[in-house]
């Protein structure tokens, strides 16, 4: 029975030695308490790493460890000190972590933590290698294993991935400081599905996607190796049930069975008649925690009427206490709580109760159905589910939230007091709103955020997410256009060797060379020009090279072959054998090159300025002139203004173009080109050939311009789509490579 498997950098459980036993022990975290509950209910594996360095154990711990975490599903990864150090303290959090939260000031990045960083990718893929089957899903998940699922998809290119990143994605300004940027982009373009938060991360990755990689993207399809890779947003929910149900069990308990922080909190209320604020976060400098205590001082400073009446409780989470900009935080925020309790408190009164811990959850929720405003402002978050586990806690539709416009919740909860968090004024006064605020308005805020949260809980998030990657995996079987596998190759060599008389149309850019910014540039390697060469040895074949390129680029690196010829779309042609249909006249200037009839005049006079304006308009973009037509490049422009340049550049030639000239969209590139020229009219003439009879016809190409090829031939012709896109042929390869090692495959 299929299955699937959970990729994280750690486990839900942390590993404990008692004695000579391993015991385990549960996790805190959003991610971990989020997908607890989709893995113990469905038919999964989970692989990640079990919290104890191997450093420190023996074969028999291993072994122990191992056993017994498999036993409950869990798939552990081993990883030593050096490992963690490298990868998960340092490279993870010292480089990803900040750049990603826009603190590009805390951005670290060391080749030798990179090299762990891959590596350890690699390793928790071998993991998923080794235990996955046919017919399993693969979710992996967050910042540590971006580069996971490439390597996956490597070893086992049909299996189904989806990757969640669970922090912000940054803005390609931010993104493309980091060095090894391409590398990242390619590791996370293995996944079927790529989820986020909020629609904003989701745009940053596919502009990043754009300009970086320079790959299509339809809204949010990316077309990558002739895969479709489907990028969508999945905000995270959270076990809304638990904490209701926990909340109606806190509010219903007799005082006596109270937990001693609640008694503490009951007193306070009783004598001092005093609102609290909660804050609850990580100490970890994207929280603003800083930021929140000097807006509290702000407000105490500015409605001194409040003294006495309301606390600030503060629980900081330690957390990567080693590092550097932790320790600084920590000092900082223990000296701010201690300069305003020192300034503002008295006999009865302290303002801030900071704790700096982890709290049980039973504690957690006293703190939750306790306070009466909740203050959860990030500089920067990826979602952000203490703002929604509060919510669910108010079973009374009671209490305040004020939320960080940059936390990914905020789109989820507009009914929150959203603020600036960088605004401490703004903060100030939103603490006087909040406490202000009649028990009318909250009731009506937190009734719509409640329904929202309730709704679209954890469960609502996975099975959203799974739905989704399930639907990505059936498209490619939808698709009318076949995938060239094994049994087609199969196919199309056993019509190869059973043929006569073979005639191969065959694309340059983009179907026998790759793609470069610089046209001229993509010259072909010696590799490909042995092929060529091969394939033409054989009497019965006839090989066309069928391009947009000038006839100048072909006849350099072609003459020497016995090829038939074709530029610029079928303006020129040069014969194998030198013989010329009567279609053809001969090109006054060029002895072995003929021209074909086509407009003629001053049209190159009134349009070129035009194209000139729009280059000059749109750094990037070049125009190539050729014999008698005229293109118009934007591959190296921004691909959003390109493209938005490309559409109003169409709009502006179409009510001005003369008789006889058409304008033809290719790929990244506007060809002003004569009516009657295309490569299906010459690839239909050289098709019908008095004296041949093909009967067998391969024809290639990657773009737009090579769809009327596929249009012009026979039932019978094996056409082929480089990449996988609309198209009218009947197979597609993923890429230029995969038809290479198709035409080697011939011979």
């Not at 000296?335 to 109760?353: D, L, M, Q, Y």
């Not at 504690?363 to 306070?371: A, F, G, K, M, P």
């Not at 009506?444 to 955020?449: A, G, K, Q, S, W």
Request: glycine share 4%.
């Amino acid at each position: 029975m299929a299955k699937n498997i959970i990729v994280s950098n750690r486990l839900p459980v942390q590993a404990n030695k008692v004695g000579d036993e391993w015991s385990f022990t549960p996790t805190s975290g959003g991610l971990a308490t989020g997908m607890k509950s989709f893995h113990k209910e469905g038919d999964s594996l989970w692989v990640g790493w079990p919290g104890v360095s191997s450093d420190i154990l023996d074969d028999n711990s291993k072994k122990q460890i191992h056993e017994n975490l498999e036993k409950i599903r869990y798939c552990p990864v081993s990883l030593d000190n050096n490992e963690l150090d490298h990868f998960y303290f340092g490279f993870s959090n010292k480089c990803l972590w900040p750049l990603f939260h826009y603190f590009i000031e805390f951005h670290q990045f060391d080749t030798q933590q990179w090299e762990y960083y891959v590596k350890v990718n690699q390793k928790f893929a071998d993991e998923v290698l080794r235990v996955i089957r046919d017919g399993d899903k693969v979710w992996v998940h967050d910042y540590q294993l971006l580069l996971c699922p490439q390597m996956i998809k490597d070893i086992m290119p049909d299996v189904t991935v989806g990757f969640f990143l669970h922090i912000p994605f940054p803005s390609f300004e931010i993104f493309r400081i980091f060095p090894e940027r391409e590398k990242l982009l390619n590791g996370l373009l293995g996944a079927d599905l790529i989820g986020f938060h909020t629609y904003d991360y989701e745009r940053h990755f596919l502009s990043s996607v754009k300009r970086i990689l320079n790959l299509e993207v339809n809204f949010n399809i990316i077309l990558h190796n002739g895969r479709e890779i489907t990028v969508n947003t999945f905000p995270m929910g959270i076990d809304y049930d638990k904490f209701e149900t926990s909340a109606y069990d806190n509010l219903k308990m007799e005082a006596s069975k109270s937990s001693e922080l609640k008694k503490q909190i009951n007193t306070h209320k009783l004598e001092n008649r005093g609102k609290l604020i909660l804050s609850i976060d990580r100490l970890d400098y994207t929280k603003g925690i800083l930021n929140r205590l000097l807006a509290f001082e702000h407000f105490l400073d500015s409605f001194p009427e409040y003294h006495d009446k309301v606390r600030l409780v503060m629980l900081a989470v330690p957390s990567r206490s080693e590092v550097v900009q932790y320790k600084n935080l920590k000092r900082q925020t223990d000296e701010v709580v201690g300069r305003i309790n020192g300034k503002f408190a008295s006999v009865n009164w302290t303002p801030v109760w900071y704790y700096y811990r982890s709290m049980e959850f039973e504690n957690l929720i006293d703190l939750y159905v306790s306070s009466d405003v909740a203050m959860i402002t990030p500089l920067r978050d990826g979602m952000n589910l203490v703002a929604k586990e509060y919510l669910a806690t108010r079973v009374n539709n009671d209490g305040v939230l004020i939320l960080s416009e940059l936390a990914g919740s905020s789109k989820e909860l507009p009914q929150a007091l959203l603020v600036n968090p960088f605004d401490i004024e703004q903060l100030s006064k939103s603490i006087k709103t909040a406490l202000d605020m009649p028990l009318k308005e909250q009731i009506e805020r937190n009734t719509l955020l409640r329904k929202r949260i309730r709704r679209y809980d954890i469960n609502k998030w996975s099975s959203n997410f799974m739905k989704a990657l399930h639907d990505s995996s059936k498209k490619e079987f939808s698709s009318q256009v076949k995938l060239i596998d094994s049994t087609i190759i199969d196919k199309i060599s056993k019509a190869y060797s059973r043929s006569k008389n073979r005639i191969l149309f065959l694309d340059y850019d983009g179907t026998l060379v790759d793609f470069n910014e610089n046209p001229n540039k993509a010259t072909p390697p010696k590799e490909l020009l042995n092929l060529i060469k091969t394939l033409t040895k054989q009497e019965n074949n006839h090989v066309v090279i069928i391009s947009g390129r000038p006839y100048e680029f072909l006849e350099k690196y072609f003459s020497h072959i016995n090829v038939t010829l074709v530029a610029e779309h079928g303006l020129h042609m040069k014969y194998r054998q030198n013989k010329w249909d009567d279609l053809f006249v001969k090109h006054p200037l060029k002895n072995k090159w003929e021209e074909k009839k086509c407009i003629t005049g001053d049209w190159k006079e009134h349009l070129i300025p035009i194209l000139d304006t729009f280059t000059d308009n749109t750094p990037g973009t070049f125009i190539e002139q050729k014999t008698n037509s005229v293109a118009w490049h934007y591959r190296k422009a921004d691909p959003e203004l390109g493209t938005n340049r490309s559409v109003e550049l169409k709009t502006v030639l179409t009510s001005l173009l003369p008789n006889g000239l058409t304008l033809m969209d290719g790929n990244k590139v506007l060809e002003l080109v004569p009516t009657n020229i295309n490569k299906g009219v010459i690839a239909l003439e050289l098709l019908n050939e008095k004296e041949k009879d093909y009967d067998f016809i391969l024809v290639a190409g990657d773009d737009v311009t090579d769809e009327n090829m596929f249009l012009n031939m026979p039932k019978k012709a094996f056409s082929i789509k480089i990449g996988k896109k609309k198209t009218g042929a009947k197979y597609f390869t993923r890429n230029y490579i995969q038809f290479l090692s198709l035409l080697n495959n011939l011979n």
